[in-house]
């Protein structure tokens, strides 16, 4: 029995979309071309064990899909479609990492101190403008 590759279960290779629906090495690189699948993210290990393609684990039942309406006789393009009114329908909820909030927490309270400064700056200005008149 070959041994198992040990690997993080949120990723999926190659073989396993190949195993997974039933296809050919070139028919995933066709499908990533035609942008049914998302570009893999090339690894590699060093020399002995060379470097293979890491997808997202939702790739496995993505290619089911796909493979299942090829066999029912959808063109890619018909395919193409379904997948992106699938996505347009159930929208996934924008994660921001905790350095992007604080970046952006960052920029808010400078622009709140930047109107203040302005603010602070035309009030002497009208004030200094108001003491030479009167002086």
């Given at each position: 029995?070959?041994?198992?590759?040990?690997?993080?279960?949120?990723?999926?290779?190659?073989?396993?979309?190949?195993?997974?629906?039933?296809?050919?090495?070139?028919?995933?690189?066709?499908?990533?071309?035609?942008?049914?699948?998302?570009?893999?993210?090339?690894v590699?290990?060093?020399?002995?064990?060379?470097?293979?393609?890491?997808?997202?684990?939702?790739?496995?039942?993505?290619?089911?899909?796909?493979?299942?309406?090829?066999?029912?006789?959808?063109?890619?393009?018909?395919?193409?479609?379904?997948?992106?009114?699938?996505?347009k329908?159930?929208?996934?909820?924008?994660?921001?990492?905790?350095?992007?909030?604080?970046?952006?927490?960052?920029?808010?309270?400078?622009?709140?101190?930047?109107?203040?400064?302005?603010?602070?700056?035309?009030?002497?200005?009208?004030?200094?403008?108001?003491?030479?008149r009167?002086?």
């Amino acid at each position: 029995m070959p041994q198992q590759r040990a690997l993080d279960p949120a990723y999926a290779t190659t073989e396993d979309i190949m195993q997974a629906a039933k296809i050919t090495r070139r028919t995933v690189t066709n499908w990533v071309d035609k942008g049914l699948l998302p570009q893999p993210t090339k690894v590699s290990h060093g020399y002995p064990l060379g470097a293979f393609n890491r997808f997202p684990a939702s790739v496995l039942s993505r290619a089911r899909f796909i493979a299942s309406k090829r066999l029912e006789g959808l063109s890619l393009a018909a395919i193409l479609e379904l997948l992106n009114s699938e996505e347009k329908v159930a929208p996934r909820a924008k994660v921001t990492s905790k350095r992007a909030k604080a970046t952006s927490k960052r920029k808010a309270t400078s622009k709140r101190k930047a109107t203040s400064k302005r603010k602070a700056t035309s009030k002497r200005a009208k004030t200094a403008t108001s003491k030479r008149r009167r002086g």
